[in-house]
């Protein structure tokens, strides 16, 4: 079987030629999209309605778009290196990344769609509860409604709280200060929110 140490100075320049061809296209996209902000670039968006553009958290989006392809050619980079110079293992473990930054960008990405921030943003703030009031006895029901009462969503980003509960959120008997993804109605957008205990003021403001 043919090695790597096999191939001639030459055959191995070629290779590491379209390596680094192939990651300096994957970094400089990420550039145009996330730094240089052309967003026609991001497939799915440059195509859809105006009134569709207005849903997306395109800079968001651009951002972690952005980011991902420069992180990719970097790693596309290394990994060619590694192969050309025979360090396969180093070469192997460096594309095991590569595909698991894929996902991450591809999965991670979902969450500036028009559908998510849709989803999260139009959720009845009482539907689950009013689906628990069905079903729980009325004293259950008003305890969990007491403890999630207790408790308040700050958006990391802007600082808006909001009672958790009249958020349509349900946490009793909880501890430590979970996050979650949640529309912010001061940003506009979805944004990371710290679920956290009131203080005594904020119990009587909210």
């Not at 207005?54 to 968001?60: L, M, P, S, V, W």
């Not at 180093?90 to 698991?100: E, P, Q, S, V, Y």
Request: include cysteine; glycine fraction near 10%.
């Amino acid at each position: 079987m043919m090695s790597i140490m096999d191939l001639s100075t030459a055959e191995r320049l070629i290779i590491l030629s379209c390596g680094l061809l192939l990651s300096g296209v994957f970094v400089w996209l990420g550039l145009l999209v996330g730094r240089g902000k052309r967003y026609q670039l991001i497939a799915g968006y440059n195509r859809a309605p105006d009134e569709l553009k207005k849903q997306y958290d395109i800079e968001g989006l651009a951002n972690h778009l952005g980011g991902g392809l420069v992180t990719l050619g970097v790693l596309l980079a290394v990994s060619t290196l590694f192969f050309v110079l025979n360090w396969l293992t180093a070469a192997a473990l460096t594309m095991g990344l590569f595909l698991f930054i894929v996902a991450i960008v591809v999965i991670g990405g979902q969450k500036f769609l028009p559908a998510h921030r849709k989803l999260v943003q139009e959720s009845p703030s009482d539907a689950r509860h009013s689906f628990l009031r069905r079903i729980l006895p009325a004293s259950i029901y008003r305890a969990l409604k007491r403890g999630t009462r207790q408790w308040l969503q700050e958006c990391r980003r802007c600082g808006h709280r909001r009672d958790f509960w009249e958020a349509g959120g349900i946490r009793h008997g909880g501890f430590g200060e979970p996050s979650k993804l949640q529309f912010c109605e001061q940003c506009g957008k979805v944004r990371w929110h710290r679920i956290r205990k009131k203080t005594a003021a904020e119990a009587r403001e909210l």
